[in-house]
């Protein structure tokens, strides 16, 4: 059996996680494979990130028709919401204009892309997403079909609970039935909720305790249930919708008449999940948290339920990094890394090669990210990818690992706009000063899940 032929284009990178930190490098190479010398007038690498929410509603309207009789008609309406975070392309060969030939064989051109400091995390589901992803594509001649790949990436918000004011917050809520419920005849019962903090990362588990109380003669606690509840709200045209989604629960005890009891659990660990409002800089998208506790009542169709919100992060708090030191099973990296070359956005000095962004559109505030960003080296794979920010303040901080996103779902992107949704989304880029002939095409259902950022595993 004669081996496979390698596609003819490839884009490999260091990072085989694909997962960085705003701010990070990208760094690879498109890997040109041909079998005969082939003309082109330029090789291209774009690097996208974009937003999108689109959900519809049934609207009701009732007019009177020219009889005199009362019509009522259900509409479907769609609302969407676009945004976009980066757009930048590098020219790697040719000019765009006169037409040079690659070589037979295989050609490798390296890339270098500085992600803005400020992207929101990477975020999937039915409703809405924030992605990201490369393409790179080989210009041919007429009645030549030209050469894509596309490859989605990662991109996890630097959201540093040690700048969140509510982050080391304690925390307390109580809820009570009284005694003049018909299922607490005499006495009370209820609970107290305590969050010793309000910031974690993924990897941590919630520090938080309920004290349970049932003074009823009469009543039992069928059981108690804590919940990490994830809350999403998509906005579009003025309009908004929520999404609720339990993403961790766990039972607690049941509680008999007279009882009283301490609930302290130490196991409700927080899953590989976007940071909180996705890190900011998403007006489309906002991912809110909370802890809720559920208290099921023999007798009573309704729980007696409170919560609390917390901020999910990506940088820990400092007063956690031994703890999830210890944790880890990543050694601290033993090499210092060299400092990144702020401002080098072009690829490196390869013949023939010039770099340019695509019309109007600008990276974020203009910016540099911050000096502090360097890669760093882990000990597996061989080809270490970038695996944190390094921080000089935080010259201790925590080796992270990479984990599949918990909960994703398929969102689809339907770019030839046969439905209501998409029909004039092309109009309005170019109304908005986007050249769509140099968009991207997406494949219909995105189904790429994000590899966040986690600590302690």
Not at 303 to 309: R, S, V, Y
Not at 386 to 404: C, G, N, Q
Request: glycine fraction near 6%; charge should be positive.
């Amino acid at each position: 059996m004669s081996p496979s032929k390698p596609k003819d284009i490839v884009i490999e990178l260091d990072n085989p996680y694909r997962s960085y930190f705003a701010g990070q490098v990208i760094q690879g190479r498109v890997v040109v494979h041909n079998d005969k010398p082939k003309t082109t007038k330029k090789l291209t690498i774009l690097l996208e990130g974009s937003g999108r929410v689109r959900w519809s509603e049934s609207h009701t309207t009732t007019h009177i028709t020219g009889r005199g009789q009362r019509k009522t008609e259900t509409k479907k309406v769609w609302f969407t919401a676009t945004e976009t975070y980066v757009q930048y392309k590098l020219q790697l060969v040719g000019d765009g204009q006169n037409f040079i030939t690659l070589p037979e064989g295989k050609s490798t051109y390296p890339f270098q892309f500085i992600l803005p400091a400020t992207l929101p995390s990477a975020f999937t589901s039915k409703i809405g997403f924030v992605s990201y992803f490369l393409e790179a594509e080989m210009k041919r001649p007429l009645l030549k079909q030209d050469k894509k790949m596309a490859l989605p990436i990662t991109v996890n918000a630097l959201l540093d609970l040690n700048l969140e004011q509510r982050a080391m917050l304690t925390q307390r809520i109580k809820r009570v039935k009284r005694s003049n419920l018909f299922a607490c005849r005499k006495g009370q019962l209820g609970f107290e909720l305590r969050l010793k903090r309000s910031g974690y990362v993924s990897g941590e588990a919630l520090d938080f305790s309920c004290e349970i109380t049932n003074s009823s003669s009469s009543t039992k606690v069928n059981h108690l249930k804590a919940m990490l509840v994830q809350n999403i709200i998509y906005f579009a045209q003025n309009r908004s919708r929520s999404q609720k989604r339990t993403v961790r629960e766990l039972k607690g005890p049941a509680i008999e008449c007279g009882d009283h009891e301490m609930w302290c659990p130490t196991c409700l660990t927080i899953p590989s999940l976007p940071p909180t409002r996705l890190g900011g800089n998403c007006r489309i998208i906002d991912v809110q948290y909370f802890l809720e506790v559920e208290m099921s009542i023999s007798g009573l169709s309704t729980a007696l339920t409170g919560e609390l919100p917390i901020i999910i992060g990506t940088i820990p708090l400092r007063t956690t990094f031994e703890q999830l030191r210890r944790l880890s099973i990543r050694p601290p990296p033993q090499v210092q890394p060299q400092p990144i070359s702020i401002g080098s956005q072009v690829p490196y000095a390869v013949p023939g090669t010039s770099a340019s962004l695509l019309p109007n559109v600008s990276p974020t505030d203009n910016r540099p990210p911050p000096q502090y960003f360097q890669d760093t080296i882990l000990d597996e794979p061989s080809n270490a990818p970038p695996s944190a920010p390094f921080l000089p303040e935080y010259s201790d901080l925590p080796p992270p690992t990479y984990a599949e996103a918990v909960l994703t779902e398929s969102f689809t992107w339907n770019p030839e706009g046969d439905d209501d949704t998409d029909s004039n989304s092309h109009e309005k880029q170019r109304e908005a000063g986007i050249n769509t002939n140099d968009l991207p095409t997406a494949p219909p259902m995105y189904e790429f899940v994000p590899s966040y950022i986690t600590y302690g595993k």
